[in-house]
């Protein structure tokens, strides 16, 4: 396409964006200007090859907004390449629109759903990963970048595994307007300053005039045909760039211009050709060959030989690899404690090393997600919360993502507390719709883990450090939703509900209640959310008071799970649950010391009766 | 001190490494004997000033293990100083001990409690803040650092502020023993990929052999007397260095030699001298002048002017900077929005910008607070979440930090999904013994903070960004753990709990249905942890049931907080709750949407009745 077309069809983006904005009210058209040039050399120059009638084609090249308060750049995009009319720009912001003030799902152009600063990097990297190394794809991946955002450090864990796999297919556009929300960003416009960290970790950087379409498109052009090493292009840019009454200005951040302001913008802009149309470059057709699914192993554990779930996780990624050829790992340098690296010996080409960098996994993760695989993260619980920012974008891009958190509760032992996962059933909880799970055998960890890789969604499995005995037979079944009562007689007065590590505390609890004569019915808890209301209710019905265990903090744990779930139900709910500051010593004094030992749970049910 | 009498002093440390492991049974010893040679280098030669009798001396220098898992290393040092004896040493890991598996409070030389990797780099930031701009004193600060946790994006965004603020009195010492957790690290010995990345950081570096005591002394002895900018000591170390059989081995990491490895481990080490002490430069004896607290002002606040709690927020910390003078204040680059830049313009010697780095700025404000300031840290509360992890070791910690969240929820409008807090109270709650406070009105969120800023411990405070009714008096008081009930009568058949906004819109319901004949109480929550029982247990007997409206999804909110307090209460607690994906639209439309809303209260209240 022609320089002077390109200019045309920039003018005619920018002035979409100042009228969807002030018709909004709000939005951020300065941010949305300062990139114009950029996005549209990208999609119109002849370099982005994508089928706007096919978004879904595996061989479209992907556009990441990571900057996403630029969204209605992204919007004027589509509709200046014929995918959006006018008139749905104008209903930006709007109640009901598509079109959201960060983009979101509902927007088919969104490869995910951005606005929490830093994370569309790491999204790119999944699926710059799946190209070069899983799907063996031509497509390649650009990420638009702010500068305000490369001061978060999950851009830098990006960075480095980007370089470290050698990500020639990935492309950074890095949009340095040199302002921020508030004022200036760190390095304001010192290009050399991004540009020096950029190289350090191992990128190729290319610095332009980013008004400049002549420099834009040939530097995408070098994005085509570079290699051995992922590209930022890092680009001088102006904060409303091209509008002079805001461009460059401070305290126009997140504002729409008013009518009069807009009004003169676009006088100063001139008149615009609404007719005009850019022509993105088709895909190549080519696919990857469909791999044949083959059938899983059966389960073969010994009743009698204790197996820990963390390690019946590893064994079921192992054992399922064949079964769902879209099944891929990551961990964060902890594999050989959470037991993912019996998939990585099983599968080596279909697991990524992350490295101790918790938050660009969990993205890389989503962005596997959005290419169609399915991937399963793992570290201990506890380092999970690390990417708590990221789990809760993945739902919003919807993430199709297991995670797997080891080395729950205080039951690790002699680490120490800060090794301890004992809010991660709260993060996940509090997760729009995802699922938590939390087997206590190797039995129900194997086919649980096979249920999260069948729901599509957010599933969160839990595992425990200690080996344990296996409680079910091979051939049993568990479901999403579920519970298993382990434990029942006639006479139960109080039912303990627990899972994970506290499950066995609870059955040897019940054990030696019954020898001397107390009844209490036993519940394996092992599906958290969603929890097995009908269960509940039974046992609520059934019997006087329901005591529930778990190696957690009492807040947003299973108590707190369990009392949601009987909100109208007048039976008591005691919680025992882990209410000290934990500490190092041997699993059994901790549980002990937490009150959520058998011992624990014996004198809570003499307490209660 | 000698050369040759550190070098005995190192034997010594190894000894005790190994000896207090194994006896343990876990633990850390490879991870402590690469670092062996650099901190007996430190500590003991010459450069390190502290007072071993006086850990809280105000010109102490500062060692912060950001590798936690060299804590026998870090025990060990203290015994060479004749601070911990032999026998205690042999306690390491066990129940009861001060020697945890990862440093704690308990052991009175730990800087902070760590295990979790990344974050020490950040608390040595902020140690190394006060002492430059605030408590303006000669102490250095020195951290020492794995080379797998140089993987952690939080440590970049430390290494960016550090040289932002020409930290030159903040030295990293990086143990690059080559060998993570489960293998070799990225970059392996490859120490010019650290140089390179550092150096691009703005920091100046120095390259040393990890084990050689001389060039480990000069390069401290380098670290007294530079400036301008922060100091990176990266120091080709081996991980097991110094113990041949399992130096520079696979396999070694987080496992203890069994007792012959351990007795061989001996033998090659050498006979030891137990008699030997090491000894510690003292601190000078310079002291900041206490600063004298001034009375604040009164609160005036119009009953008629509604007035955003986020601006309260701002307010508060601005009319209470004299009266408190530790109060200092951290934003993420949102201080406009958050209206920390209220306090930034009150008192801008007190005000960090921390930029686009949540993690970094969670971790700094622990290390203020671990010198004696009150730091106050604010950012949207959605992405809090990024530093999740670094709140948590903040307890640990036992960090005195006040956590401020602006924009919570879907009332936010047309920002959309990505920047609404909707987990974060379930986030804040699951923190150990900390507090949750989530004001309605200026005047309650006035008083909430300065209760906040005089609770010693971790406090989240909750607010709107929509300007919201001025409910109280500018006399009356709030306190942790209380509530008001704010519509009563004696025909009360429901009671509404509600904050924040959703606070307005029990107030309305109420007021709307009182016209209708039905009675209802309404509770302002405004601490939502700890809880006011008392005041839960009177409305459980006075009325029939209860209602929480909360703009936060249901787990582990408001809803979940009242169930917990009220679990052997047989009311039934009804949570209206953000339940479906939340989008752009303007904040009643999305309140309306949410069921959330005036109308969504009147209808349940009617349902329920």
Same sequence: chains 1, 2.
Wanted: hydrophobic content about 40%.
């Amino acid at each position: 396409m022609e320089l002077s077309h390109l200019q045309q069809l920039a003018r005619l983006i920018r002035s979409w964006i100042i009228r969807s904005t002030s018709e909004a009210g709000s939005g951020h058209p300065t941010s949305s200007l300062s990139a114009t040039d950029l996005m549209t050399g990208l999609m119109f120059g002849g370099t982005f090859r994508f089928d706007p009638d096919n978004p879904a084609h595996p061989n479209n090249d992907r556009l990441i907004f990571s900057k996403g308060h630029a969204s209605p750049l992204l919007y004027a995009l589509w509709a200046a390449a014929g995918k959006i009319p006018e008139e749905e720009l104008m209903t930006l912001r709007k109640f009901g629109s598509r079109l959201e003030g960060h983009p979101t799902m509902d927007f088919p152009y969104a490869e995910a759903a951005t606005g929490s600063l830093g994370q569309g990097l790491s999204v790119g990297v999944g699926m710059a990963l799946n190209a070069k190394y899983l799907d063996k794809l031509p497509y390649r991946t650009y990420v638009l970048l702010g500068d305000s955002e490369m001061a978060e450090g999950s851009q830098w864990e990006a960075l480095q595994i980007a370089a470290h796999y050698g990500l020639d297919n990935l492309v950074g556009i890095l949009d340095a307007n040199r302002l921020g929300q508030r004022g200036e960003t760190m390095y304001g416009h010192d290009l050399s300053a991004y540009e020096r960290r950029i190289a350090a970790f191992g990128w190729r950087t290319v610095v332009i005039d980013g008004h400049d379409l002549e420099q834009i498109c040939a530097a995408f052009l070098q994005s085509a045909s570079h290699s051995g090493a992922p590209l930022m292009i890092i680009a001088k840019t102006y904060k409303g760039g091209g509008i002079p009454i805001i461009q460059d200005k401070e305290g126009r951040h997140g504002t729409a211009l008013n009518a009069e302001e807009a009004a003169l913008a676009l006088e100063t802009l001139g008149p615009v050709d609404r007719s005009l149309q850019g022509t993105i470059t088709l895909p190549e057709s080519t696919m990857t060959p469909a791999v044949t699914e083959q059938s899983a192993a059966p389960l073969a554990y010994a009743a009698d030989k204790p197996v820990a779930t963390r390690r019946a996780y590893g064994n079921a990624l192992a054992r399922l690899a064949s079964r769902y050829p879209s099944l891929v790992a990551l961990d964060a340098e902890v594999s050989n404690s959470t037991y993912a690296d019996i998939f990585k010996k099983a599968c080596p080409e279909r697991f990524f090393e992350m490295y101790v960098a918790e938050q660009n996994m969990a993205g890389a993760a989503l962005g596997l997600a959005r290419r169609g695989k399915i991937p399963c993260v793992s570290s201990f619980a506890a380092f999970l919360t690390r990417a708590f920012d990221q789990f809760r974008m993945a739902r919003y891009s919807n993430g199709n993502i297991k995670i797997c958190g080891s080395h729950a509760g205080v039951s690790i032992g002699e680490d120490g507390t800060s090794q301890m996962g004992l809010e991660d059933i709260a993060m996940f909880r509090s997760i729009l719709d995802n699922v938590v799970l939390y087997p206590s055998d190797a039995v129900s960890t194997e086919r649980l883990v096979e249920e999260a890789i069948r729901h599509e969604g957010i599933v969160y499995i839990r595992t425990t450090r200690k080996e344990t005995p296996v409680l079910y037979g091979n051939e049993e079944g568990f479901e999403i939703g579920g519970s298993r009562v382990v434990r029942k007689s006639e006479k139960d007065a109080i039912t303990i509900i627990a899972a994970g590590i506290t499950l066995h505390e609870a059955i040897a609890a019940c054990d030696m209640l019954a020898a001397e004569g107390i009844h209490v019915r036993v519940v394996d808890l092992y599906s958290v959310k969603p929890i097995d209301r009908e269960m509940l209710r039974e046992v609520a019905l059934e019997t006087h008071a329901i005591i529930t265990v778990e190696d957690h903090y009492p807040e947003g744990g299973i108590g707190e799970a369990v009392r949601s779930a009987l909100f109208d139900c007048p039976v008591p709910v005691y919680s025992l649950a882990v209410r000290r500051m934990p500490r190092s010593g041997k699993p059994q004094e901790l549980l002990d010391y937490e009150n959520i030992s058998r011992d624990a749970i014996m004198q809570k049910v003499k307490e209660v009766l």
